[in-house]
């Protein structure tokens, strides 16, 4: 029993700590159409086409990882955008809790879209189960990193150089 508990306490840190998974060369095919704060449509479809590596990254206003990591990936974003990276960011807050999330993406100036999945279908589309949660694919679509958990900015950047 002594060690069941320790193997439990382990796992459970491996996944606070953040957790990273490489998806070699995985086709994916999430189609989304989600708005923004603003009612702007995006979908899948164009940010694929776009021959960007686009990075989606799961969020929720409560989620104190999540709002840090929402300000290293606005950082992110103005270093790459010229570069042929495009970074969206998709809130799962409830109805209920949107304004304060409208909330803070307006106290962190963010330069990024954010798209609301209030519904939580995109959220089970991705197997989104804790958050943040961070996919990076390469141009065409194909998933080549996910992260579970917060992931130091200079690990992604890594992983987006690899792409780009």
């Known amino acids: 029993m002594k060690y069941f ?13 953040g957790s990273a998974q490489t998806a070699k060369d995985t086709a994916v095919d999430y ?3 989600l708005k923004n704060f603003d009612g ?10 776009s021959n960007k590596t686009v990075i989606v990254s799961f ?12 300000d290293e990936l606005n950082v992110l974003g103005a270093s790459y955008s010229a570069k042929g990276v495009q970074i969206v960011t998709i809130n799962i807050d409830m109805r209920q809790d949107m304004m304060k999330a409208r909330r803070i993406v307006l106290q962190k100036k963010l330069k990024l879209p954010v798209l609301s999945d209030e519904t939580g279908n995109v959220r089970k589309q991705y197997r989104v189960n804790a958050i943040p949660r961070l996919f ?15 992931k130091e900015i200079k690990d992604i950047e890594q992983e987006v150089l690899s792409l780009i």
């Open 5 to 17: 508990f320790l193997i439990l306490v382990f796992s459970l840190c491996c996944i606070a700590s």
């Open 31 to 33: 189609q989304f159409s």
């Open 40 to 49: 702007v449509r995006y979908d899948w479809k164009s940010l694929v086409d």
């Open 59 to 70: 969020w929720a206003s409560y989620c104190l990882p999540c709002l840090k990591e929402l």
């Open 136 to 150: 990076i694919f390469s141009q065409g679509g194909v998933l080549k990193y996910e992260h579970q958990g917060f």
